[in-house]
């Protein structure tokens, strides 16, 4: 008994190796919603902030709501304020010290400079 083995040939293997799509790793997100979290949590407890600008002012306030660009501070006894985030150099609660503000990870520090 005879047997013929039948095999594709070269140009059919390479053929049907062009048409699969190349599976890639996906791009990581964007965004971690880190940043959201963090100004919600601080909204809705209503805790008192300090926000450093980089020209070294202080202001001290309640986050009352941000968008992408920018965050609106509410001052008791003056006028609330209406901060652009690449303005603010970082902020942290008004209940910690200054010095130890970073220490545990409770302050944010705007790195994305345009």
Not at 40 to 68: A, C, F, H
Not at 86 to 91: H, T
Not at 100 to 113: L, M, Q, W, Y
Request: glycine share 6%.
């Amino acid at each position: 008994m005879n047997r013929k083995l039948i095999r594709p040939s070269l140009s059919e293997i390479q053929d049907q190796m062009a048409q699969r799509p190349q599976r890639r790793k996906p791009a990581p997100p964007d965004q971690t919603n880190a940043e959201s979290f963090y100004y919600i949590k601080q909204m809705q407890s209503r805790t008192p902030m300090v926000v450093v600008l980089n020209t070294g002012e202080t202001v001290r306030g309640v986050i009352e709501w941000y968008d992408r660009n920018c965050i609106k501070v509410h001052r008791s006894g003056e006028p609330n304020l209406l901060i652009m985030k690449n303005s603010i150099r970082y902020m942290y609660k008004q209940s910690e010290s200054k010095n130890g503000g970073g220490s545990d990870g409770n302050f944010i520090e705007d790195t994305s400079r345009e």
